[in-house]
């Protein structure tokens, strides 16, 4: 089974850039995570979809930050204009209402 | 709000020294706990869910136990293969299917 696909793995942009990661879930996966990680801490999520719709986005910082999942399959998470802040590891996650997350690899951003 | 809180920050042992790592949480109704590793540069790999308290779960080196206000990952006997940083999540019933991490457990086995 192929598992969560995260594209790119690594990002550096300059402050007040805009960026978008690019995710894949495991087929069949109706629910769809994404999580920040910064260094040094655990991963918080930022958003979650089931299928098309959002479930919670209670810790996404709307004014900078949005995501979309299209057709319930491939999300994109953009950032615009990125702080200095936002450097972290961005993380994809999957899941069926029976099952455990999958993570994917992460988009490590950096932003200078 | 739920927390999870995780010790210690790091911990180094010798490859067959056995020892265990805490998480301790607080959470509105515990739907399950569950313990990832997570090797640098990659995302966390799922280990063990635990569902209610008394329960335990075991793969090769690693068990992992729970009670209502904490959990265990004992290792046992570890091998350098086993460095990695451990998290510990918690997700809570009411609905949706959050997870709360803790900081993480970063584990160095020596030879």
């Known amino acids: 089974e192929a598992g969560v696909a995260q594209s790119p793995r690594y990002k550096i942009i300059e402050k007040r850039q805009s960026v978008a990661f690019w995710c894949n879930p495991i087929?069949?996966?109706?629910?769809l995570y994404w999580y920040q990680q910064i260094l040094g801490q655990g991963p918080k999520l930022l958003i979650q979809f089931q299928n098309n719709g959002v479930v919670d986005d209670s810790q996404l910082p709307k004014d900078r930050f949005s995501a979309e999942r299209l057709k319930g399959v491939d999300s994109t998470l953009k950032i615009q204009p990125a702080k200095l802040e936002d450097s972290a590891v961005y993380l994809c996650?999957?899941?069926?209402?029976?099952?455990?997350?999958?993570f994917g690899s992460g988009t490590r951003l950096t932003v200078v | 709000e739920d927390q999870v809180t995780q010790s210690p920050e790091a911990l180094r042992l010798q490859e067959g020294e056995s020892s265990s790592l805490n998480c301790s949480y607080t959470v509105s109704g515990l739907r399950g706990l569950f313990w990832y590793r997570q090797d640098p540069g990659k995302g966390p790999e799922f280990l063990f869910t635990?569902?209610?308290a008394g329960e335990e779960k075991e793969k090769e080196r690693l068990k992992a136990t729970l009670t209502k206000k904490e959990s265990f990952l004992h290792i046992t006997a570890p091998k350098p293969e086993d460095s990695a940083t451990y998290l510990c999540a918690v997700q809570a019933g009411g609905g949706g299917n959050k997870l709360t991490f803790g900081t993480g457990t970063q584990l160095k086995v020596e030879l």
């Open positions: 996650a999957s899941s069926t209402e029976n099952y455990g997350y999958t």
């Open positions: 635990l569902y209610s």
């Open positions: 087929s069949g996966h109706a629910t």
